[in-house]
């Protein structure tokens, strides 16, 4: 029986795609997503000009003087993050994160035309009821479906088909390869591993000894063609985070105790779209600099994705909490449990 197809899906230019819904007058221009210092994302007029995620915002205006920064606005892209996910989780009979902004999705056919059509109507859905652009990528395992969301950026659909895929498994450049790392691709070129191909000719301890075990092993696997094509959906995650700042939601008078309660709700809404519970919550209070982070932590007796529960908790342990003028909040629920596992530890 024939394995379903995998589609991998990626907003592009994620935050700068937001930000952009509100200005469109500067979608043809240089524009960068700022998260304190550094670039979290630039549109493609941007990218152009050699800007890249990550930079220092300095760095970026450098490279490209004209480069228009703008915060990251937190509770916005959340939001967008949210409504996305929900959108997937509605077209897909799985789904397994990627970040906040990309995902597998398994929707539930080996066949390559209706794969096609349902990756199109997906992307018609998001920008109709988003207004941001998303890539999508097809193929019979992850790796497949994310060089093919790759090679359809910006804005596209790109499916890799068996033939295709074939010649990739012997061809792809060593340092395409999804999740391997630059210092690891340098030790392969070393030992004249530039190809998927040229693994053939390596020995196997060679190449754990070069790579590691786990790597290793997975590069067999790709060359083998059995590489992953499991989904594992969000509802065996073990925790969720939300992150709010102040210039994230344009205002200056958030006093801690509502930005917290923002993330925390925003957090829990996640969790409970997942059918999911929590028996813990960390949360990480960042005051302006030079003050410490502030890490305030509790566990639960019985599991609630309940955000007034969790407020409560939090504001108990806030109010003995000495704290200068607050800059940002991170909301993480632990120890998450599906239902059934709610039901375990009640009985």
């Not at 060359?223 to 709010?244: I, N, W, Y």
């Not at 958030?254 to 919550?281: Q, S, Y």
């Amino acid at each position: 029986m024939a394995r379903n197809l995998l589609l991998h899906v990626d907003a592009d230019s994620f935050f700068a795609s937001v930000v952009l819904r509100r200005r469109p007058e500067l979608a043809a221009r240089p524009v960068a997503v700022v998260a304190h210092v550094f670039v979290a994302s630039a549109n493609y007029p941007a990218r152009d000009r050699g800007v890249r995620g990550g930079m220092l915002a300095h760095e970026a205006q450098r490279l490209c003087p004209e480069l228009i920064l703008i915060d990251v606005p937190r509770d916005e892209v959340e939001d967008v993050s949210d409504a996305l996910f929900d959108i997937f989780n509605d077209s897909a009979r799985a789904v397994e994160p990627g970040s906040m902004e990309e995902a597998f999705l398994d929707v539930g056919t080996p066949d390559w035309e209706t794969a096609t059509e349902a990756g199109r109507a997906l992307r018609t859905r998001v920008a109709r009821q988003l207004g941001i652009p998303v890539s999508v990528g097809i193929g019979r395992t992850k790796l497949m479906a994310k060089l093919a969301s790759r090679a359809a950026k910006p804005d596209g659909l790109y499916a890799i088909g068996v033939e295709e895929e074939l010649g990739l498994r012997e061809t792809l450049p060593v340092d395409d390869v999804w999740g391997l790392g630059a210092k690891t691709v340098e030790r392969l070129r070393l030992i004249g591993a530039v190809r998927l191909g040229d693994i053939d000719g390596i020995a196997h301890d060679e190449l754990q000894r070069v790579c590691g075990t786990t790597m290793a092993r997975r590069l067999r696997r790709i060359r083998d063609a059995t590489d992953d094509a499991v989904l594992h959906p969000v509802e065996g995650r073990t925790s969720l985070s939300s992150e709010g700042t102040i210039s994230g939601y344009n205002r200056r008078d958030w006093t801690p105790v509502e930005l917290m309660e923002a993330c925390i709700a925003r957090v829990c809404r996640r969790a409970d779209r997942a059918g999911l519970a929590a028996t813990g919550i960390t949360v990480t209070l960042r005051p302006e600099s030079p003050s410490p982070a502030v890490v305030l932590k509790h566990r639960a007796t019985d599991a609630t994705a309940d955000p007034s529960y969790w407020a409560g908790i939090m504001r108990g342990e806030l109010a003995v909490t000495p704290l200068s003028r607050l800059v940002g909040v991170r909301a993480t629920l632990t120890g998450l449990l599906a239902p059934e596992q709610v039901q375990q530890t009640l009985f």
